[in-house]
């Protein structure tokens, strides 16, 4: 029952890898470069957004697809930022899905004005299991950790950690309140994605926000990179 | 298709009932209390585990399941403590998955020697979303919620909140380091599930664990409480 159960699992992701190259077909007709960024609950996707766009990112024109189970908070506080944004929410008749697939971001493709943006950073459900699964179309993957989660979640939820090109820190300024070894994290992320690039943050503080702003528009900047 | 999607999605969840309620069968034939721990990864689960095995549970004789995609590292940190503790991991031919269901927990009962504990807490994968779609033979659902998550998340995964008999809110000596506004989170929280207890707790510094131990041991001496 096991097998059958992997068998279905792989078949699912087959059909959601097919969709995910439409998407991507999509995305490069009109030169749109695509994040998908992830990261547990609360480890500060939104903030990091929001201190982005208050920066704003030069000559690149950004969109933000939202998913969330339910409701539209984060698309709010994007959208006060001048920000054009979709929201796509996950619960249907049952208690919702956990992350994005590449069918849902495809229902979503008509809403996002492709055309007037060079840049879609896709926000996916807080999850650090099957969000890593599921490919929606992106260039990139980055995942936000932030320090109050301690430092063996690389492995823990090692996929997420591994499939990631771009691990951004967060919240070290509560570094001074925690019995936290950041060593330690940057030993385990080394230990199940070698050579990863990672950055220290602060969404609250600005500190470091610079940094994945240029990342951003580095990815923006070389169009049609293979996924 | 999303229609035959959800179906599918509620057949699943039919099966697991009738599993979870084999397991419920066999937990009241031992009179052993079954607690289903939830939260975000790195909410402080174990930790909150290990402050209460540190100062004991009285007569109540704890016993532990701990589910995670991979590894054992929960695991090895609670059996320091003298307590049973039995390690079932959801990662198979694919990513893993992303919650414990019934049969996942049915397959793990012979493990847990029930002739010899009165109360068995089931530390579930971290995510907020489908462990708290899956029941997996509980008397009661807890969850943990961590201060450095946001006021937001009772909002955004409204079913875990929903599903929950107890709401812990820990990490609470690093309030005075952040911008949070514990009555909102209060707020968010009785709009989803009004009524729901709540107790505010430090795991680290100690602060509230008693009072968690008490709801611990309350569980356990309440044997056969209908579910």
């Known amino acids: 029952m096991h097998q ?3 068998r279905v699992a792989e078949d699912a992701l087959d059909a959601n890898t097919t969709i995910a190259h439409a998407n ?20 500060g996707k939104t903030s990091l957004l929001e201190a982005v766009f208050r920066s704003g990112l030069g000559d690149v024109r950004p969109g933000v697809l939202e998913g969330d189970v339910q409701g539209s908070l ?16 996950t619960d ?21 004005g492709l055309a007037d943006i060079d840049l879609l950073i896709i926000e996916n459900v807080g999850n650090l299991v099957c969000p890593a699964e599921f490919r929606v179309g992106e260039d990139l993957k980055a995942m936000v950790c932030s320090v109050t989660e301690g430092e063996d979640k690389p492995l823990k939820y090692p996929l997420m950690f591994r499939t990631c090109d771009l691990v ?10 925690l019995d936290y070894d950041l060593d330690a994290l940057l030993r385990n992320i080394e230990s199940v994605n070698p050579g990863v690039e990672t950055m220290l943050i602060s969404a609250r503080t600005g500190d470091g ?9 580095h990815v923006a900047e070389r169009e049609g990179v293979p996924a």
């Open 4 to 6: 059958t159960k992997v």
């Open 24 to 43: 991507r077909a999509d995305f490069d007709r009109e030169s749109v470069s695509v994040v998908n960024l992830m990261s547990a609950p609360g480890a």
């Open 74 to 89: 984060d698309a709010d506080r994007l959208s006060h930022l001048h920000v054009p944004v979709t929201q796509l929410n």
């Open 92 to 112: 249907g008749g049952f208690g919702g899905e956990c992350h994005l697939d590449a069918n849902m971001v495809r229902t979503a493709l008509p809403s996002l």
């Open 168 to 177: 951004v820190i967060n919240k070290v300024d509560l570094l001074p309140h």
């Open 209 to 217: 926000v610079e940094a994945f702003r240029d990342w951003l528009v």
